[in-house]
Nanobody, 123 residues
């Protein structure tokens, strides 16, 4: 009832676009804030974007203006539209329920990570 499944990743050239999806099971999705995170190879997982149930959105400075987060509560799905992709966007992307957050800091609620979806930006 708490599983999250990420999909939509792939190989794309710099400047290209991808749309990631995060499908949630259970009843938590519609009443929880959600976030996207990513983990580049050899690095720690980092915050990418967040979407609250009230409709507020937040982005890491590195992706703001290029990525757009949205959600569909009917489908229990979180989306991340990724445009103008750069090689440094290469990472495994994960979603999670959003825990505490304040200016510049967005923490996952808990260990609800799925398998993630690989995004590779390369020519």
């Amino acid at each position: 009832q708490v599983q999250l499944v990420e999909s939509g990743g792939g190989l794309v050239q710099p400047g290209g676009s991808l749309r990631l999806s995060c499908k949630a099971a259970g009843t938590m999705f519609s009443i929880k804030n959600m976030g996207w995170y990513r983990q580049p190879l050899g690095k720690e997982r980092q915050f990418v974007a967040a979407h609250t149930i009230g409709g507020s959105t937040y982005y890491a400075a590195s992706v703001e203006g290029r990525f757009t987060i949205s959600r569909d509560n009917v489908k229990n799905t979180l989306y991340l539209q990724m445009d103008s992709l750069k090689p440094e966007d290469t990472a495994v992307y994960y979603c999670n329920y959003l825990g505490t957050y304040d200016t510049g800091n967005f923490y996952p609620l808990g260990d609800y990570w799925g398998q993630g979806t690989q995004v590779t930006v390369s020519s």
